[in-house]
């Protein structure tokens, strides 16, 4: 019997996580949008929108999905008024109304599994598996040198190329903790490199690990990039050719030489861990690496506020959290196996 289990791709950003999402969007079985914004800001605000046992309540919330100005919800190509009405006769339980969504968006593409990819998702795994428990994370990994040059270069990217740094760590190192945290089957972790290198091999791998069959199709995913890269993200435009390993390495021309000196030093035994090789730059500037430290330590601290404030809310639930949309997620819930009727499509 084939899987129904939600995908997650994540990993820092610029390590090539669009490009994975096109491929497992090119796979037959699965889709996966273009990058939403209402995920986690929805779970945040979940006791705003109350139990979602009550369909008003399921109403509302699927309402501000469906119209928020910043949930990227007209990317998707779906028609509010379906999604909301859908939304509104699903499961009542808070991941059921957000994961209808994607459910939507999979049945637009005449698909039954779905998919979301968003790079930030590697912090955010366990409230994940609190809305899904049946996912399964897909961690990509890049080399940290080339995230960092490839961040300096992004127009949405405000930050430095020290906070660059501390974002691949905290991306590596949440990669570790989720695969020693996950149940077996609910993390896989591959190389950007090594995908691009033998994209074939690869995603068989992969293919293995989602309980799919590898299609070739997966391996030409700029076929996809019309369907599902909007177009004022110029800075996807090589997902819309052939996948190449001529994005690899760029750093070492790309980056200042303190910025490389920095790398190694701070990102060192992770570079070396994931077999990528330094280059012997000097040592750094000791004012670099304290800055580093000093970036390491504003973002651990803001994640253990929103994490604090979390717990709160844990206490105070509004209402029942989990999705009950897959098989998986029904039996988890103690619940018979229930065909949901289809849905009308866009």
């Not at 084939?2 to 796979?27: A, I």
């Not at 899904?132 to 270069?153: E, I, N, T």
């Not at 819309?240 to 701070?266: D, F, M, N, Y």
């Not at 040592?283 to 970036?295: G, L, P, Q, T």
């Amino acid at each position: 019997m084939h899987s129904d289990r939600p995908v997650f791709v994540v990993g820092c950003p610029r390590s090539g996580t669009t490009m994975l999402q096109l491929m497992l969007h090119s796979h037959p079985r699965i889709a996966v949008p273009p990058e939403t914004r209402f995920l986690v800001p929805a779970y945040f605000s979940r006791r705003a929108y109350g139990d979602m046992r009550l369909a008003d309540n399921r109403r509302r919330l699927a309402g501000w999905i469906a119209e928020g100005r910043t949930t990227k919800f007209h990317e998707l190509g779906l028609s509010r008024p379906d999604f909301v009405q859908a939304a509104m006769l699903g499961p009542g339980s808070f991941g059921s109304v957000v994961g209808m969504v994607f459910k939507c968006y999979a049945e637009r593409f005449g698909k039954p599994r779905w998919g979301d990819k968003r790079p930030s998702y590697y912090r955010h795994v366990e409230m994940l598996m609190r809305l899904f428990p049946d996912a399964q994370f897909v961690h990509l990994v890049r080399d940290g040198r080339d995230c960092v040059a490839s961040l300096k270069q992004m127009p949405w990217y405000k930050e430095d190329a020290v906070h660059a740094m501390a974002n691949w760590a905290e991306a590596v190192d949440f990669g570790r903790r989720n695969a020693r945290k996950l149940p077996p089957g609910g993390f896989f972790e591959l190389r950007y490199e090594d995908l691009t290198a033998d994209p074939e091999t690869e995603l068989k791998k992969l293919c293995g690990f989602l309980g799919e069959d590898y299609d070739p199709a997966m391996c030409e995913p700029r076929h996809m990039a019309e369907l599902a890269v909007p177009r004022h993200k110029v800075w996807h435009s090589n997902t819309h050719e052939e996948v190449t390993t001529a994005h690899s390495g760029k750093w070492a021309s790309r980056l200042e030489p303190w910025e490389i000196s920095l790398c190694e030093e701070v990102l060192g035994e992770r570079l070396t861990a994931y077999g990528y090789e330094l280059s012997g730059a000097r040592k750094a500037d000791r004012d670099h690496v304290s800055a580093y430290k000093e970036a390491v330590s504003k973002r651990r601290a803001a994640r253990q506020r929103k994490y604090n404030r979390d717990r709160l809310t844990r206490l105070r639930e509004p209402g029942p959290v989990a999705a009950l949309l897959t098989e998986g997620q029904r039996r988890l819930a103690g619940l018979p196996q229930q065909r949901t009727p289809d849905l009308i499509r866009a």
